[in-house]
């Protein structure tokens, strides 16, 4: 072979191996992404009326992956909640779900940073937190957000976990499996108070079925929380529900502190062309014998489809509490608190829910 094809050929080879090398990496996708939710309410706290223009949950994310086999990929995202409404009232960067992680088709994912406990995410399928605005009542009944009596502590059980790293298995036999553990930062000599979480959900695209559990260990004189929650779900042809049921407890070290409650939460969703029909109804019950402090919620929603971004609603939502209850809704970044116990806030709201 003459110098001239022996050069060639070594040309050809190395030309070869970094095709291969490229085709077993992809090259990395960032994506921006967000959501605008807004609306025109009159908020009653159960005294006072306003007319206020509000901001549900709307947030701005940048996410990305990059291939680095036929079945590993790398991750990552920030997102950052904020308020288009007002000044000063946006959140520190990566406020919401950001994480750095590691995804295997075959063996499922492991996430790191800020993330949504496996209790927080357990939705029937998508088909339990369907409400928008002042209407979403998972927060309100079924993670305690409701239950204000002093010394329940509940919530505590809103678990967007900071300092969280968490599993996430590929499906099998239509079931997931996740797990979470939220180190404890804040140790200190008395203090150790780490938070453990796992979910079983199973989804077969008709049915869904889940359930999930959430501990956080009493240390010292400290308030913990067990919960644990149940999903049912289904939908068919138009019509899609959900059943959802939670017991929380506050873990208190002295007995006279000690507060649980059971909650339950029925969601029914109607779709007719570009428009969607909901209505939930949720009830937490009383923290402790004679409490009093239990309280129901209700919500109606009718929403209308411009495109698949863009979507017009109007809801009217109301909590009823008993005698010492001070419940309030917690989507907005600023109803205003029920502040007489007993008081029943409502809300009708018109809004508009973009997504990008």
Do not use: C
């Not at 300092?163 to 590929?170: A, D, F, M, R």
């Amino acid at each position: 072979m003459t110098i001239t094809a022996q050069k060639t050929a070594m040309a050809l080879a190395t030309g070869l191996l970094l095709a291969t090398s490229a085709f077993a990496q992809t090259a990395p996708s960032v994506t921006l992404y967000g959501r605008l939710e807004l609306g025109i309410e009159s908020a009653n706290d159960g005294a006072l009326t306003k007319t206020m223009l509000q901001n549900f949950a709307s947030r701005f994310g940048i996410k990305g992956e990059r291939g680095i086999s036929s079945d590993l990929t790398a991750m990552f995202q920030v997102e950052t909640g904020i308020a288009p409404d007002e000044t000063g009232l946006s959140k520190t960067l990566a406020s919401r779900n950001s994480f750095v992680g590691l995804k295997s088709n075959s063996l499922g994912s492991v996430l790191v940073g800020t993330y949504d406990s496996p209790l927080k995410s357990l939705d029937a399928g998508g088909f339990a937190g369907t409400l928008y605005g002042e209407g979403e009542a998972m927060e309100v009944i079924i993670h305690g957000k409701g239950t204000k009596t002093a010394g329940s502590n509940f919530d505590n059980v809103h678990t967007r976990q900071t300092n969280n790293l968490v599993y996430i298995s590929p499906k099998f036999a239509d079931m997931v499996v996740k797990a979470s553990y939220s180190a404890d930062e804040a140790q200190s000599t008395t203090t150790n108070q780490p938070l453990y979480a796992a979910s079983l959900e199973w989804n077969n695209g008709t049915y869904n079925a889940g359930i999930a559990t959430q501990s956080k260990a009493v240390s010292d004189k400290t308030f913990a929380m067990t919960a644990t929650k149940f999903t049912l779900g289904a939908k068919m042809d138009n019509l899609s529900g959900a059943i959802v049921v939670s017991s929380l407890d506050n873990q208190a070290p002295l007995a006279v502190n000690a507060r649980k409650t059971t909650n339950t939460l029925f969601v029914v969703n109607y779709v007719d062309g570009a428009m969607t029909y909901k209505f939930n109804y949720g009830m937490s019950g009383e923290s402790a014998s004679n409490a009093a402090d239990d309280l129901t919620m209700l919500a109606l929603e009718a929403a209308y489809a411009l495109d698949k971004n863009t979507i017009l609603f109007g809801s009217y939502a109301q909590i009823a509490n008993n005698s010492k209850g001070k419940g309030t809704f917690t989507n907005a970044d600023n109803f205003p608190a029920t502040g007489v116990a007993g008081n029943d806030p409502s809300a009708i709201t018109l809004g508009m829910r973009y997504v990008f």
